[in-house]
């Protein structure tokens, strides 16, 4: 194994750049575009497979993850990659924590590498925060919205709300603005109190709200993209993660 400036495992390569394999629904467009944005270009490169998808629904994200997934890690197993992200919250999110870690797992096998899934970074960066009660915003219909609700819960923290947009078109969840996002929020967690906020989807432009979110709210901000973000810095060995804000 080589040394890298990153503390990343490159193996023999000679290239100490890590390879982050990338699994994001086909219509997503957000995503790879925050991750490219946040991770340093020097010590970290973003290889993307898309796993097919048009709505967002349960049982399409299912078929994703049953019949697509597979093909797209395997793929990725290619580029010999050094850690996979399942980029997708609301699929990991469908049965559980259990079955979030079981995908993330098939599909790092297939691909050759550890995984990182996103509801589990999620949770990992709520801890972190020591935040015991949350609320939850999404882009997404209600039964998926609960479903990731459901994940937040099973680890331990109080979910006081979870409300979605009710967009099924998994490119339109690209649609809504920051203020957008912002606005919805503001208008639908009024008058709460909870200690910290999750935006989900990786597809969502959360990221770019995070700093108007906690004006508004005065509590840290976790989004999907930011809380895989910390842990993939932290798996790479970039840096600490840090438990300020989103």
């Known amino acids: 194994m080589s040394d890298n ?18 699994l994001v629904p086909s219509s997503n467009t957000v995503m790879e575009n925050d991750l490219h944005a946040a991770l340093p270009k020097d010590r970290v490169t973003v290889h993307t ?57 098939d599909l790092g096998r297939r691909a050759g ?6 509801i589990s970074s999620v ?18 219909i209600d039964s998926l919205t609960e479903a990731v609700a459901g994940s937040v819960r099973e680890s331990g923290i109080e979910v006081v ?7 099924d078109v998994n490119v339109a969840l ?37 700093g108007r979110l906690e004006k508004i709210f005065g509590c840290p901000v976790v989004t999907s993209t930011s809380a895989t973000i910390e842990a993939l810095r932290g798996h790479l060995g970039l840096e600490a993660p840090t438990p300020k804000g989103g």
């Open 5 to 22: 400036p990153s503390g990343a495992t490159t193996g023999n390569r000679p290239d100490s750049r890590a390879r982050v394999a990338l």
């Open 49 to 105: 497979a898309r796993m097919y998808l048009t709505v967002t629904t349960p049982e399409a994200e299912e078929r994703m993850i049953d019949q697509e997934a597979p093909k797209a890690a395997d793929d990725l197993g290619t580029v010999n990659p050094d850690v996979l992200v399942f980029g997708c919250t609301s699929g990991g999110s469908l049965h559980g924590l259990d079955y979030d870690a079981k995908v993330c797992g």
């Open 113 to 118: 590498c550890p995984a990182i899934g996103v």
């Open 123 to 140: 949770l990992a960066a709520l801890g972190r925060r020591k935040l015991s009660t949350v609320a939850v915003i999404t882009p997404y």
């Open 161 to 167: 709300a979870a409300h979605g947009m009710g967009i």
């Open 174 to 210: 690209a649609d809504p603005t920051p203020d957008e996002i912002a606005e919805f929020a503001k208008q639908r967690l009024s008058g709460l109190t909870f200690d910290g906020l999750f935006v989900s989807c990786t597809n969502f432009r959360s990221v770019e709200a995070i």
